[in-house]
């Protein structure tokens, strides 16, 4: 029986909707006259979502083969419209020069923009059907122009920035799209190509109208790029690339067609409905800020995350697998079905990442799929969660322009967390079969996640309302305690209690594990945590354990109680997720103060380093060595360390025998070198190109090594410059020309590089700016980069403005991800001290960029 009255249940998820809905049905009945204003509001979309319907796009474009020349467009709209009684808002965020000339029904209008929008006057429109013809010069903001290339990427509301549209993903259309492109150019589109011909200099392509697609799946690339093509189980698929590296080339082409044929089929068996879209194509993009986007017909993708080569770790290819299966499943979640609104953007997310995990436990052998999600998602999701700037799954949003500040890890790590106890609590067929009936019900069309939850709902009798609320619509994670009860050899009563980090007393239901762990065994039993307080029957009666392993398989989410004699037998258990989820355990109990200091966890893994042989356990160790070490030991602590931390990582590399595990520990290596000795190892590798023994570096990383010895400012000045003439790769050469005044040696020339970040044009390639900061702010040159913070902060709105860089957490992590100072924690404050109305979602960010910051200053001052 249910626990609430169905209605009570949906009425609580739609509380973040409602309101909206019922203030738009009011102005249409009063005919007030929308406010014209920048970005897309809540208010225009559900207007126009209303009046509009049956909207296609037939859009020509000239691309001219220098970047500097403009892009001419042409465009003609047709919709139909049920209600002309006011002006109708077409997007088009671009300077009014650009728009040339407009048309509506056949009558020019004044070419004119009004806070980003064209003003169709209700005079000129018809109920039913109307055309606006267009002439105009295209924004560049999105196209991401290259010398010998250029790529659209629109979401979230960014196809305006192009061209004019009804920029919102719940008005679908179709596009059809012609380009002219320099001679030896080609395309790919959302269409299939169905024409071209040649002109002296030039070629024109038309590609076929695509499929019903809202605007942020808008999308063609074209430039100077490699095509292969291969049919994979009948299904024809086109590859788009630029790499130039043959071993890459040779080592990645059929694993990247095999994985994606693999994800289609999983899918499709899993959804019961084929692959919905015209075709499947993909390119693969230099420096492309995203891992991957999921445009229809045209996956876009990081292309260093596809091209591996023999070098490439156990890790890199299941990222490889995991993001090729996350953006197939894009093609049933978020494509076929696609949200109402970006509030729900976290939807298409978890749903891809969700398939993406079960589709890499069947596309890669001796893939440990407890293993992998627990890795990549738990310490992501808790890297946000546990700050004061967490935000929820669900979040509300009213205007699309600050949609971009939704995306990062809450959505893309804890919504799958959060998936996987739903799949717990639902059991996996009767999830599986409400995702079937909700790809059905809402196919080519656009739902919200109470549309889900309402399928869903009938299909469990848990309580829904409750695990929603906690769950999707607040942040946060629950901290559990714990009190064993004993008498005479044997547990008289466990009991296990949480509540949320921040100290309210609210309840995550959830399932997990705990072990009992003996000399010569460990008993395992499940805890049905849905109360505040409970209970572990099971336990009543069991001998006393050396301890209770708490979290033992891994899926349940909060900071878990850690006890010191775990620490003697931690590399004993034969689990490498267990030993994973203590090794989670451990460093968040670090992070809150509750267990060892960072120097006594950092002292614990170097023995670990040498006893633990799972790679990926190693991954997930070394990275916390390398940030414990960098970020929450003392200059002076580091000092200390240094010296017997590289010879315990040293050593461990050489006694390692696989040779991913190996180059793992050579890079942790690479990370934490600090003596003179140590350096001067890593540049006898990077000058003679000779690795240890048993390990097998490739370009990028000859590349990193030389990065690494320049900030260390190691004395042969020419190491950059060198490592420039060694790449081959026209695009990783220009990454590392931009980046090289980030590693200067000389202050002026990085205090240059800082200040030519003030212009956007130079932020463009927001991976390339990214990793140079990393640089810049790297703990040997706090004492001398602390001074660009405030600025920093000062350029973070006009960031988000601009749209340059996508996320700005990551312009804030990579500046304030090393700091431990008290000066830079105090700088942090005034700015928010002198900021009090500052954009809620943006003070979110600063708070999760610089928890560590404050953290650190905590535990390093208690060192």
């Known amino acids: 029986m249910k626990k609430r009255n169905r209605n009570l249940l949906l009425a609580s998820i739609a509380l973040l909707s409602a309101g909206t809905l019922a203030s738009c049905s009011k102005q249409l009945a009063t005919t007030e006259i929308l406010p014209v204003e920048t ?4 208010q225009l979309a559900d207007y126009r979502k209303q009046v509009l319907s049956h909207i296609a796009y037939d859009i020509a474009l000239q691309i001219p083969p220098q970047k500097q020349q403009p892009i001419l467009g042409s465009e003609t709209i047709t919709f139909r419209l049920s209600d002309n009684s006011q002006p109708l808002q077409l997007d088009f965020k671009e300077q009014s020069e650009k728009l040339k000339q407009v048309w509506l029904n056949g009558k020019q209008l004044e070419a004119r923009l009004d806070n980003e929008h064209i003003l169709l006057p209700a005079s000129g429109l018809k109920v039913g059907e109307n055309e606006v013809k267009l002439e105009f010069i295209a924004g560049d903001m999105s196209l991401n122009r290259n010398e010998e290339y250029l790529y659209t990427l629109l979401v979230p509301d960014r196809a305006r920035t192009v061209l004019p549209v009804f920029d919102q993903p719940n008005l679908k259309a179709t596009f059809t799209l012609r380009l002219t492109l320099p001679k030896d150019w080609n395309a790919l589109a959302n269409g299939a190509l169905v024409d071209s011909t040649l002109a002296e200099n030039s070629k024109s392509y038309t590609f076929a109208t695509s499929d019903t697609i809202p605007t942020y799946l808008f999308s063609f690339a074209a430039g100077k790029f490699k095509h292969v093509q291969r049919d994979m189980s009948g299904t024809a698929m086109h590859f788009y690339h630029r790499e130039t590296d043959e071993a890459k080339i040779r080592e990645s082409i059929n694993p990247i067609f095999q994985l994606h044929s693999d994800a289609l089929k999983f899918m499709e068996a899993y959804t019961q409905i084929p692959y919905p879209f015209q075709k499947f194509d993909f390119v693969a993009i230099p420096d492309f800020q995203y891992g991957g986007m999921e445009h229809v017909g045209a996956i876009q993708y990081k292309a260093s995350t596809l091209f591996l080569d023999e070098t490439a770790t156990k890790d890199e290819k299941i990222a490889r697998s995991n993001l090729i299966a996350h953006e197939t499943a894009h093609m049933w979640f978020g494509d076929l079905v696609t949200m109402q609104w970006f509030n729900d953007v976290w939807m298409k997310e978890v749903f891809a990442n969700f398939m993406a995990d079960k589709v890499t436990q069947v596309a890669l052998q001796n893939t440990n799929y407890d293993m992998k999600f627990l890795v990549d998602h738990f310490p992501a999701a808790y890297s946000i969660d546990r700050t004061t700037g967490a935000n929820p799954i669900r979040q509300p949003l009213d ?67 409750q695990w929603n609320q906690v769950w999707v619509n607040e942040p946060g994670r629950p901290v559990f305690t714990h009190e064993l009860k004993t008498s005479n050899g044997k547990i008289e009563q466990l009991r296990v209690s949480q509540r949320g980090e921040d100290g309210s007393e609210r309840v995550w239901p959830q399932y997990f594990e705990i072990a009992l762990v003996y000399s010569d065994r460990l008993e395992e039993m499940t805890v049905d945590m849905t109360k505040a307080e409970i209970i572990v029957e099971q336990a009543v009666g069991k001998e006393i354990p050396q301890f209770i392993l708490f979290n033992s398989t891994g899926q349940g989410y909060g900071v878990f109680p850690v006890e010191e004699a775990m620490l003697q037998r931690l590399y004993t258990l034969q689990d490498p997720v267990q030993r994973a989820s203590a090794y989670i355990n451990l460093y968040e109990n670090m992070l809150n103060g509750r267990g060892l200091t960072p120097a006594q966890l950092l002292s614990f893994y170097q023995i670990g380093l040498t006893q633990e042989q799972e790679e990926l356990n190693i991954k997930l160790m070394t990275g916390q060595l390398s940030d414990m070490y960098w970020v929450y030991l003392s200059p002076a602590q580091r000092q200390q360390l240094a010296a017997q931390l590289e010879q315990n990582v040293w050593q461990a590399l050489q006694q390692h025998q696989a040779p991913n595990v190996k180059k793992l520990l050579f890079k942790t290596y690479q990370s934490i070198a600090l003596s003179k000795e140590a350096q001067d190892k890593l540049y006898q590798v990077w000058q003679k190109q000779q690795p240890p023994a048993g390990v097998k570096l490739n370009e990028d990383d000859y590349t990193s090594l030389a990065l690494a010895l320049a900030v260390r400012d190691y004395p042969n000045q020419t190491i950059l410059q060198e490592q420039l003439t060694l790449i081959q790769n026209p695009d990783r050469k220009k990454r590392l020309e931009f980046m090289m005044p980030a590693l200067s040696s000389d202050v002026q020339v990085r205090d240059a590089f800082f200040a030519s970040l003030k212009n956007a044009e130079n932020r463009e390639k927001e991976a390339w700016v990214a990793s140079a900061l990393g640089y810049l702010h790297h703990p040997l040159r706090a004492q001398t980069s602390e001074k660009y913070l405030p600025q920093s902060l000062e350029l973070l709105a006009e960031i988000q403005r601009t749209g340059d860089i996508f996320f700005p957490f990551n312009w804030l992590r990579a500046t304030f991800g090393s700091y431990q100072t008290t000066t830079a924690a105090q700088t942090v404050q005034d700015f928010l001290e002198a900021n009090p109305n500052y954009n809620p979602k943006l003070k979110a960010k600063i708070l999760q960029a610089s928890d560590d910051l404050f953290r650190a200053e905590k535990l390093v001052q208690q060192e």
Not at 39 to 42: A, I, R, T, Y
Not at 422 to 443: D, F, S
């Open 39 to 42: 970005g897309v509001s809540k």
């Open 399 to 465: 205007n699309l322009q600050d949609a971009g500040s939704l995306y990062g890890s809450i959505i893309y790590h804890k919504a799958p967390i959060m998936m996987r106890q739903l799949e717990r609590l639902m059991g996996e067929e009767e999830l599986r079969k409400g995702l079937q009936e909700y790809l059905k019900a809402y196919a080519y069309r656009n739902a919200t996640w109470p549309d889900l939850i309402q399928i869903l709902d009938a299909r469990t009798p848990v309580d829904l309302a």
